[in-house]
Nanobody, 118 residues
Framework: QVQLVESGGGLVQAGGSLRLSCAAS????????VGWYRQAPGKEREFVAS????????SYADSVKGRFTISRDNAKNTVYLQMNSLKPEDTAIYYC???????????WGQGTQVTVSS
């Protein structure tokens, strides 16, 4: 089992920055794919960014490309999402996800609220 705890959310003005953290415990997640998703009020959860095991490949939603950066610190068993040039439409609850296709494992954090004011 993997437990995930997100932090770093908050209220920021448009154009500002935040860095979200996702601390994993229970297992080392260096061999897991990790991703960030978000869910705005009244909308479905959507993909934001992901990186494969050992950070071989990364991908981003078009809406955040060039503004957000996903990274991982395997020594700290932590995944980050650096968010720059934030826009009001980035307001959502952000969730961390880790998984492995070979074992069908899939874990979610509890989410952290990000609010961007105009």
């Amino acid at each position: 089992q993997v437990q995930l705890v997100e932090s770093g959310g908050g209220l920021v003005q448009a154009g500002g920055s935040l860095r979200l953290s996702c601390a994993a415990s229970g297992r080392t997640v260096s061999s897991y794919s990790v991703g960030w998703y978000r869910q705005a009020p009244g909308k479905e959860r959507e993909f934001v960014a992901s990186t494969t095991s050992w950070s071989r490949y990364t991908s981003y939603a078009d809406s955040v490309k060039g503004r957000f950066t996903i990274s991982r610190d395997n020594a700290k068993n932590t995944v980050y999402l650096q968010m720059n040039s934030l826009k009001p439409e980035d307001t959502a609850i952000y969730y961390c996800n880790v998984g492995r296709s070979d074992t069908s494992e899939n874990y979610w954090g509890q989410g952290t609220q990000v609010t961007v004011s105009s």
